[in-house]
């Protein structure tokens, strides 16, 4: 799995992996709405990750993951859910632990996040 994807590719994955847990369908104003982004950045952003092969778009506009998307979308997803609990535990308000863990989980290498993983898991 590839996380060479840059931090945008990355949160627009993470956006649809956490909109779809919600609904069976998301389009790409679903998306807009949710990132707060404008349509001409969020068809864009779907062109790109449809040409990677990271998402499929239906004829009715519904997006889905590939088997990769969905993959790099969950290890997002459990970074900024594990460092933000990480944070709370430290007194860290939630939506400035939620804030900090979308800045961080993009870049903290793997060992450090395995390290905090840890860490919250024996709390």
């Known amino acids: 799995m590839s996380l060479h994807l840059q931090e945008s590719g990355q949160m627009y994955l993470e956006t649809i992996y956490v909109l779809l847990k919600?609904?069976?369908a998301v389009r790409a104003i679903d998306i807009g709405e949710h990132?707060?982004?404008s349509k001409p950045s969020v068809s864009r952003a779907m062109g790109l990750?449809?040409?990677?092969?990271?998402i499929s778009?239906?004829?009715d506009g519904l997006i889905s993951l590939s088997d990769e998307g969905r993959q790099i979308a969950e290890k997002i997803?459990?970074?900024?859910t594990i460092?933000?609990?990480?944070f709370i535990s430290l007194g860290v308000d939630e939506?400035?632990?939620?804030?900090d863990a979308c800045k961080i989980e993009h870049d903290i290498s793997d060992a450090s996040f395995e390290a905090i993983k840890k860490y919250v898991e024996e709390k």
Do not use: P
């Not at 990750?49 to 990271?54: D, E, Q, V």
């Not at 997803?77 to 900024?80: I, L, Q, T, V």
């Not at 460092?83 to 990480?86: E, V």
């Not at 939506?95 to 804030?99: T, V």
């Open 22 to 24: 919600k609904s069976s």
């Open 35 to 37: 990132m707060g982004y």
């Open 49 to 54: 990750l449809k040409n990677a092969g990271y």
């Open 57 to 59: 778009v239906d004829k």
């Open 77 to 80: 997803y459990e970074r900024h």
């Open 83 to 86: 460092i933000t609990k990480f």
């Open 95 to 99: 939506k400035n632990a939620s804030e």
